[in-house]
């Protein structure tokens, strides 16, 4: 553990000191080879046939989709356990990632040799895992193509983003590129349902439902929110309610109540619903997003003014990213909607 | 003596008058596994209430001896100061006191706490308890690297995250938290707790002047309460004619808004559309004054904006009764 604290920063593979019990489950349940990951077949077969001479890889798809966990399955089913630790180097977001680091560290890491174990196990070459990837630089971006290139016959990279657009093109030409598609449904009712089974948590149906729906096919979400609520329900069964208090998504009514005090054209009514809503916690972002899911499932609203609201909808969001009132904004979406319906 | 506020403070989660479903979450949460907290509702709702309770539900009195200190980091440019509040059991720090810096304290400080072990056996808890204040001004930064401190000191730190409001902690720490949302009382509720206060204190409070403190405090309790006793301390005897006295501040925006409006009749001001223009400049404003650094320039440009759609808006109307002529 000393070595690990010196190294400010860099952990040399999942390191987590942490009791089985107090394991968040969403490290417990996470897929331990290639053959549990589901709903990715076209990469797990390419993957799977370039095995042993293994390119430059960036993983791109939306959160919770498995990037990560393919690529320590991955690493795991080449190295075996022991030898992971030597051969993989995973860097997050968390760590410390300037232009230094990407000089000092991982330079020093892709160059080094491998002195031959005596069992020979394994490919020949080190894995570098750039985890969240899109939050790297520019600078660190560009002096890691020399890098990747130089070492390649040593170390792999492999590189992990959410959008593929934030990394420079010319990182990009020199990867395989990935895409993780959406696990879909059915996979994770499988998976959430396994997890409920292996724990012994009884749950509704509907639960499992808004799980789903709720976390919009992040499984990562979905499984963290399941672990949450289910520390509220010990001996009874977890109902849609916790999931939504603990995950802080609105109820539908009040969400509902939002639109229809749009919908009476009253300024001082919709004051009123607004500020009771916001009086009671609910916080903005979370309401935007919900009423504008409703919005376009209303019938009320034609094809212009879903435009209007939903323009209106990306400056408001800006606004709230940059800290203003958020009883003011909300507002001032409530207001445009009320506009912008028949 | 105390104020009324920390005086009726609510001391454990039995004695929490409203929200009874989220006291009995809380008590749950004490009993068993504990994971980090996220606590967000308005101002004057009762979250610092609330994790205080929650303390003493999980150690005992002892959370109640509280010393503060103050701890010096340096950083490469300067050195940093913060205050630490702690017991025993827990620590509460405000990484807001030092600004852009915030993320030292998160690496370093937290680091620290999160990675040295409970030794003392006779705790019931093997774990510390650190309570986050503002959280929603944590730089990005810093919240990024809160990531992955929370995943792997697990065993060793709890933390309770409290803000206004989540939009602004970022989704991965928000997944990584229970969500408790402490709603801030209803009209009701605080009059129920005024007279409660009243009762205590020997003094009638009728309940029409109750209604109205509850009224002007925007469901603020801790609001209400400081405005029931300097209204107490003003007149002695509360009688049903009392005039309800605003703070200055609010006394001088009032006097503003009223000169803004003075040219122009009640009617022409009441309409559904001068309201909504006027909000969206309202929020459009607001937003620049968080983004700027001077504030009066913004406001200033907001009155003008308010005077220019009122005036508009009367021309219209003025136009339009022409117009039938």
């Known amino acids: ?131 969240e990837a899109d939050s790297l630089t520019k600078d660190a971006q560009e002096a890691l193509r020399r890098t990747m290139e130089k070492y390649s016959e040593l170390t792999r990279f492999c590189l992990i983003c959410n959008q593929v657009s934030c990394i420079i093109p010319a990182l990009k030409s020199r990867c395989t590129l990935f895409r993780f598609k959406n696990i879909g449904t059915e996979n994770m009712r499988n998976r959430l349902a396994y997890i409920c089974e292996q724990e012994g948590i009884s749950y509704y149906q509907e639960t499992l439902d808004e799980l789903i729906k709720g976390s919009q096919g992040d499984l990562r979400k979905a499984i963290t929110w399941l672990n949450n609520a289910s520390k509220l329900h010990i001996n009874d069964k977890v109902t849609v309610e916790t999931i939504k208090e603990t995950a802080g998504i609105v109820p539908d009514d009040v969400i509902n109540g939002l639109i229809e005090s749009a919908a009476s054209k009253s300024y001082d009514k919709i004051q009123e619903t607004v500020s009771d809503v916001i009086a009671s916690g609910y916080f903005a972002k979370q309401i935007i997003e919900q009423v504008f899911f409703q919005v376009l499932k209303d019938l009320r609203f034609n094809e212009k003014h879903k435009f209007n609201i939903g323009e209106r909808l990306g400056i408001i969001d800006k606004r709230l990213a940059d800290g203003a009132c958020e009883l003011f904004q909300v507002l001032s979406l409530m207001c445009t909607i009320s506009e912008n319906m028949d | 003596m105390s104020l009324w506020v920390d005086k009726y403070r609510p001391k454990s989660l039995e004695e929490l008058t409203y929200h009874s479903e989220l006291t009995n979450r809380l008590k749950i949460l004490a009993s068993s596994d504990f994971p980090h907290l996220l606590i967000y509702g308005p101002s004057g709702a009762g979250k610092k209430t609330r994790i205080s309770c929650l303390l003493e539900e999980l150690y005992g009195q002892g959370v109640r001896k509280l010393k503060t200190d103050v701890q010096t980091f340096t950083t490469p440019s300067r050195k940093l100061d913060i205050t630490v509040v702690s017991s025993k059991y827990h620590l509460e720090i405000t990484p807001n006191e030092v600004g852009y810096s915030d993320r030292v304290v998160i690496q370093e400080f937290l680091k620290d706490v999160a990675q040295t072990k409970q030794v003392d056996l006779s705790i019931k808890h093997d774990f510390k308890v650190v309570i986050i204040h503002e959280a929603d001004s944590l730089s990005r930064e810093s919240q990024a690297a809160l990531r992955r401190t929370m995943e792997l000191y697990m065993s060793n730190v709890r933390l309770i995250l409290c803000c206004k409001s989540p939009s602004k902690i970022i989704d991965p720490i928000r997944s990584r938290c229970l969500l408790i949302r402490v709603p801030a009382p209803t009209n009701d509720e605080i009059i129920e707790i005024l007279s409660d206060i009243a009762k205590k204190e020997n003094i009638k409070l009728p309940l029409k002047v109750a209604k109205l403190i509850a009224d002007q405090s925007n469901r603020d309790l801790r609001k209400a309460i400081l405005s029931f006793e300097s209204l107490y301390m003003e007149y ?90």
């Open chain 1, 1 to 131: 553990m000393s070595s690990f604290f010196q190294n400010k920063g860099i952990t040399y593979t999942r390191s987590a000191k942490v009791s089985t019990s107090s394991l968040p489950w969403i490290e417990k349940y996470r897929p331990r080879s290639l053959d549990n990951i589901s709903a990715q077949e076209e990469t797990l077969i390419t993957l799977r046939s370039s095995k042993d001479n293994l390119p430059h890889m960036l993983f791109y798809g939306p959160p919770g989709t498995g990037k990560t966990s393919t690529i320590l399955a991955l690493s795991r089913e080449l190295f075996g356990p022991e030898l992971m630790k030597t051969r993989v180097l995973e860097l997050n977001a968390s760590h410390e990632r300037g232009i230094d680091v990407i000089r000092e560290r991982v330079k020093n890491y892709a160059r080094s040799f491998i002195i031959n174990d005596i069992n020979k196990k394994g490919p020949g070459f080190k894995i570098i895992i750039l985890d």
């Open chain 2, 236 to 325: 002695d005897d509360l009688k049903e004619n009392i005039r309800y006295k605003f703070t200055d501040w609010e006394e001088i925006i009032n006097d503003i808004a009223n000169k803004i409006c003075l040219q122009h009749s009640p009617e022409e001001r009441a309409g559904n559309n001068v309201k909504c223009e006027i909000l969206e400049k309202a929020a459009e404003f607001e937003h620049r004054s968080v983004i700027g650094s001077k504030a009066i320039i913004h406001i200033e440009a907001f009155v003008i904006n308010a005077m220019y759609i009122i005036g508009r808006h009367k021309e219209g109307l003025n136009q339009n009764s022409m117009d039938i002529d």
